[in-house]
């Protein structure tokens, strides 16, 4: 980790950010990548939190000044819905959940949170609310227990255990010898793409919290254990407001609105159904997935054969 290319202050920074409290292990590594620390401003207010819907307006946002990345989005996601992104990789799609928490600050426009715009409230109090599954998880050098406990500290082990068992991570445990005093991380076990991802999936449904991002929660994950995921994901994300960012499309039919991205900005929008009927480029990213499904589909009966 260290071998990053980050100042030797700025892990300080972070290191100091973790002992005061922080609640977000994402956070601290995804900080590690962010070169520029955003501030609070001096008279930041905490965040109340209500219903908990979103508002992106107009929102521009670059990294490098010669290189626009979003250029004018402008999307809700209403308290309790599920709002999709899909788009090709590199269309902006991680850089809108990463705004969301504000690792960075936007151009123009604004973000809210129930009125209240992400630069104008504490980063600790924004980030205490938003739950995020990252595209890709880094898990502390600690037991699995400490792992998933940290999602919410104040949990009993029984909720710990609900929380495995509902991102389908439980059975795993138990077959270690040490089950959820397995040591993971650089110097402990080392765990596949797929059963890091279910631990950040267990730690994010202990902390429950009233929003959530979920960024290509499923990606590494094979298809069958990426459909009982999903019933877990959907139970979390139920009545909550959800961001999902999605890869694979057949995990984003039941969204309230999925919002179709494309170099910075907004190509298409609707239901599932209405950008089906509308033979877009939605139609066609879903077409081409179903003909890579129904082969590998094939492939499998053909190998069964044998
Ligand atoms: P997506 O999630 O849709 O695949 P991202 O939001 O991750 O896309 O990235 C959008 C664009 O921004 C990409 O071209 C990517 O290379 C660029 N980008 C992402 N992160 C950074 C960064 N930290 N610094 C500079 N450019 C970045
Ligand atoms: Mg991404």
Redesign the pocket.
């Known amino acids: 980790l260290l071998q990053l290319s980050v100042p030797l202050n700025f892990i300080g920074f972070v290191y100091r950010e973790i002992r005061q409290g922080l609640t977000d292990i994402e956070e601290m590594f995804d900080l590690l ?1 962010v070169e520029a620390e955003v501030v609070d401003a001096p008279d930041a207010k905490e965040l109340h939190i209500g219903t908990g819907a979103l508002c992106f307006r107009d929102v521009r946002f670059a ?2 000044p010669e290189r626009p ?1 979003l250029k004018g989005i402008s999307f809700d996601v209403p308290a309790g819905k599920t709002v999709a992104i899909v ?1 090709p ?8 959940s990463r705004l969301l928490y504000r690792f960075y600050d936007i151009q123009s426009g604004s973000i809210t949170i129930d009125g209240q715009d992400v630069r104008d409230v504490t980063q600790k109090s924004l980030r205490s609310v938003i739950g995020m599954v990252p595209q890709d998880t880094v898990l502390f050098n600690d037991t699995l227990a400490y792992n998933i406990h940290y999602g919410r500290p104040d949990a009993t082990e029984a909720d710990v255990m609900a929380a495995a068992d509902a991102a389908q991570i439980s059975g795993f445990i138990a077959k270690l010898p040490n089950g959820f005093q397995t040591m993971v991380g650089e110097r402990g076990l080392k765990l596949s793409g797929g059963e890091k991802q279910r631990v950040a999936i267990a730690r994010t449904i202990l902390k429950a919290p009233p929003i959530l991002i979920l960024d290509e929660a499923t990606s590494a994950l094979d298809t069958h254990t990426e459909q009982e995921i999903q019933s877990a994901l959907d139970v979390v994300s139920k009545n909550r407001t959800t961001l999902v ?1 999605a890869h694979r499309l057949s995990t984003v039919i039941g969204a309230d609105e999925i919002i179709v ?1 494309k170099d910075g900005m907004i190509a298409e929008r609707g239901t599932h159904a209405s950008l089906i009927a509308s033979s877009g480029l939605y139609a066609s990213m879903w077409s081409r997935q179903r003909e890579a499904i129904q082969a590998e589909e094939r492939l499998r009966e053909v190998r069964e054969m044998d």
């Not at 269309?91 to 809108?96: D, E, N, V």
């Open positions: 990548e990294y490098d990345i788009g990789s590199g269309a902006g799609k991680s850089t809108l960012i991205l």
